[in-house]
């Protein structure tokens, strides 16, 4: 597989998982997840992960692998590349890990006494990669093999954050996000 079928491939079977948390901004708010439950004197999770937003954001997700599905044939085609369809188990998998990753940050942001909002390096490009990567290779071994090949991985461990950062720069200037990363 060349570089290009490489970087395809991996951004076309983590759009489903890229996504959701944005999504989940726009449509977002509600009643926490935590129920402004404390642990330890601090909030379990924070108003920021909301039921709606998780919802929403794996509505999104699913969404974006349905339209992906139909245009797979012509997208391949097009790129000279045959493009990985997504098995119904990856299909729902992929975002709702992407969503438990971010809530998993979520509360161990708040273990570190980090606030709402302040930056977790590492963390906060990578938890919904593995949370979708994770939930994707439990639902469905065998797709999961398939496409996530060692050089898919490594292109989605590599190429992930700078889409992160640059994207959740875009929403901030947009006035969508209150912080810039």
Known sequence: MDLVAVVATAVWAMLPA???NNAA???GGGPPIDGCRL???DRLLGDGKT???TVVGIGAGVAVGLILGWLRAPASALLGISLPAFSLGA?????????LGDIAASFLKRRTGRKRGRPFPGLDQLDFVLGALLLAGLADPAWFGVVFTLPVLVTVLVLTPALHVSTNA????????????
Do not use: Q, S
Not at 170 to 181: N, R, S, V
């Open 18 to 20: 890229y996504v959701p």
């Open 170 to 181: 875009i929403a901030y200037w947009l006035g969508l996000k209150d912080e810039p990363w």
């Open 25 to 27: 901004v726009l449509g």
């Open 91 to 99: 299909l729902f998998a992929l975002p709702t890990g992407a969503m």
């Open 39 to 41: 642990w330890r004197g």
């Open 51 to 53: 039921w709606r937003g």
